[in-house]
């Protein structure tokens, strides 16, 4: 008899309930590498308000596995003006300790199908970027991205600053 464990995936809307454990993953982003430009970690209660916004038009999804949340992704309005109605910026992260299990990609997928029947046409993504890499940013973002069908559309040049050195955004985009 076997004494492996099956791993069970299984994705959900986010509820208020898991802003704590999305601070969670999130914070490693914030304080260890230059993937997300904010400073400061989020507290808990301004997480629950993101979410709740976010919720209001737009899925807001996590991904457990054995009823542990590993990550999370959503989309949100690229602009406010109604010419881009079908237009949304997509995020994701997923806990630093459980890369490359496919989280990410059924996070996307899931987020897509959603948002197909929205009748959103264009995924946006904000990537930080860096050439060569350094100790804070790798270009797995991009890779994921790019894997993920996004192409890049624009370069904004060291547009961010953390960790006392500029950083370039990247803008992916996929049709859908």
């Known amino acids: 008899m076997s004494n492996t464990k099956t791993t069970q995936y299984k994705i959900r809307e986010a509820q208020i309930e898991d802003a704590a454990r999305l601070v969670e993953i999130y914070s490693h982003y914030i304080t260890d590498t230059a ?3 904010e400073y400061e970690v989020p507290s808990v209660d301004e997480f629950k308000a993101r979410i709740t916004k976010i919720k209001q038009k737009y899925p807001y999804l996590v991904c457990e596995k054995d009823g542990v949340i590993v ?3 959503y989309a949100s309005a690229y602009s406010p003006r109604a010419a881009y109605d079908w237009t949304v910026t997509t995020s994701i992260y997923v806990d630093k300790n459980i890369h490359r299990q496919g989280i990410g990609a059924s996070l996307y997928a899931e987020l897509e199908e959603r948002l197909k029947k929205q009748g959103i046409v264009n995924l946006l993504a904000g990537i930080a ?7 804070y940013l790798t270009k797995d973002s991009f890779k994921f991205h790019t894997k993920m069908g996004y192409e890049k559309v624009a370069q904004m040049k060291e547009v961010g600053k953390k960790f006392d050195r500029w950083y370039d955004l990247l803008w992916m985009q996929k049709r859908i």
């Open 71 to 73: 990550g999370y992704v």
């Open 35 to 37: 993937v997300s430009f």
């Open 129 to 135: 970027y860096c050439d060569p890499e350094d100790e």
